[in-house]
Each structure stands twice: as structure tokens, then as C-alpha cells.
């Protein structure tokens, strides 16, 4: 099946630094990723839509300002995790949509941590 | 609006018994519905998908799952348990937009 890849898988920063994680659809282009954060033993949230080329759709209670998603291209979008802080800290996954069958794949999860 | 609620935070079993995992949802319209694993430390994995094909849906390792439309119910079952299906295991409902509606998720617990 496709592959969607997310690097770094596991990364520690000190507080106020930025943090950037990819996500990239490696065998197929993806018009559409999705963002999501993962709580300790909560659903996943879904934290913004980006369409390649075009601004962002965050959700309600998103900072769009603290969590930068770009997607330059039909393979990459990135999440920019500006001014880290320690409720920052968790598990953030992607999701990508290709152009045809409209299912999603994910990818591994990266975890971040904020000292 | 569509949502999607499992009802157990935590199933426990013995290995080589029967899994039940419940999901009911609510929804306007004929919905796709999904079911996700998810390791520890590891990303979200497809299990099985209902996309108004037929109503009983098999997924990998010996998972399947029935679309009942008169329950509004997609419960995930598996014959018999395996140590490695320790995990937490997620229930979905696909809007309109393509956009995923998450259940809390259940944890699996096999106990050997």
C-alpha cells in the first residue's frame, strides 16, 4: 500500500525553540494532508487541513500562528512547531490523501517533547 | 453532525478468546466507517473499511466487522486473540469533506 513517512520520529527541544516535523508521501502525490495531535490516552484531534499550494484550514482553537503547516508540494507539507513549550508536547500525526481513491494513509507519528 | 462513540476505554481478554471491540456512530447520511490500530509508540494502521459494499467487512490479522444500519453500530470482532493485538484500536466516520470524525479509542488488553 502507500507509504506515508514522518521525520523525525522522535525529537526533544528546550523550551522557546521551534521544531519542524515532514511529513511526506513517498509512492504516491497527495493533494490534501492532514494534521493531528494525540493527547496521552485521548482520540486523536485533528489539528489542520492543508491543500498543496494553498493556505491552511486550521481547526477551531488551532494557533495558526504557533503550529505552521506548509505544503510546497504533492509530496511534502511540514508542521512548524514555532515558540515550543512544554503543553506542546506530544504525538503529532499526518495523514495524506492521494489524488484518486480519496483514502487516507498515515504515517508513523512523531513524538515531541519539551523540556 | 456525524459522531462516533466506542464504549469501552479498555477490553481485557485472554489470549485465544474472543474479541469484541463496540463502536456506534451517528451520522446524516450513508457513512464510510473505518477501523484503525495503533501500537505503542507506533503510527495508525488500516484495519478494515466499510464504504456501503457489504456489511460484513475483513480486515488484516483476522479482524472483521459488521455494518448494522438499524443499530447504527460497527463492532470489531476477531475469533480468537493474540498476544499481538495488544493495542489501542480506533473506531472513524468519514464526512463529506473526506475528514476523519475519531472515536476515544479502546485499549486491547490480552492477557496470556
Known amino acids: 500500500g502507500a507509504v506515508v513517512s514522518q521525520h523525525p520520529s522522535w525529537v526533544i527541544c528546550k523550551s522557546g525553540t521551534s521544531v519542524k516535523i515532514e511529513c511526506r508521501s513517498l509512492?504516491?502525490?497527495?493533494?490534501?494532508m492532514f494534521w493531528y495531535r494525540q493527547f496521552p490516552k485521548q482520540s486523536l484531534m485533528l489539528m489542520a487541513t492543508?491543500?498543496?499550494?494553498?493556505?491552511?484550514?486550521?481547526e477551531q482553537g488551532v494557533e495558526k500562528d504557533k503550529f505552521l503547516i506548509n505544503h510546497a508540494s504533492l509530496t511534502l507539507s511540514t508542521l512548524t512547531v514555532t515558540s515550543a513549550h512544554p503543553e506542546d508536547s506530544s504525538f503529532y500525526i499526518c495523514?495524506?490523501?492521494?489524488?484518486?481513491?480519496?483514502?487516507?494513509?498515515f504515517g508513523e507519528g512523531s513524538r515531541l517533547t519539551v523540556l | 453532525a456525524q459522531s462516533v462513540t466506542q464504549l469501552d476505554s479498555h477490553v481485557s481478554v485472554s489470549e485465544g478468546t474472543p474479541v469484541l471491540l463496540r463502536c456506534n456512530y451517528s451520522?446524516?447520511?450513508?457513512?464510510?466507517l473505518f477501523w484503525y490500530v495503533q501500537h505503542p509508540n507506533k503510527g495508525l494502521q488500516l484495519l478494515l473499511k466499510?464504504?456501503?459494499?457489504a456489511t460484513l467487512v475483513k480486515g488484516i490479522n483476522g479482524f472483521e466487522a459488521e455494518f448494522k444500519k438499524s443499530e447504527t453500530s460497527f463492532h470489531l470482532t476477531k475469533p480468537s486473540a493474540h498476544m499481538s493485538d495488544a493495542a489501542e484500536y480506533f473506531c472513524?466516520?468519514?464526512?463529506?469533506?473526506?475528514?476523519?470524525?475519531w472515536g476515544a479509542g479502546t485499549k486491547l488488553i490480552i492477557k496470556p
Open positions: 495523514s495524506a490523501r492521494g489524488t484518486g481513491s480519496g483514502e487516507l494513509f
Open positions: 509512492d504516491f502525490q497527495a493533494t490534501t
Open positions: 492543508s491543500n498543496e499550494g494553498s493556505k491552511a484550514t486550521y
Open positions: 451520522s446524516s447520511y450513508s457513512p464510510s
Open positions: 466499510y464504504t456501503s459494499a
Open positions: 472513524v466516520v468519514r464526512d463529506s469533506n473526506y475528514q476523519l470524525i
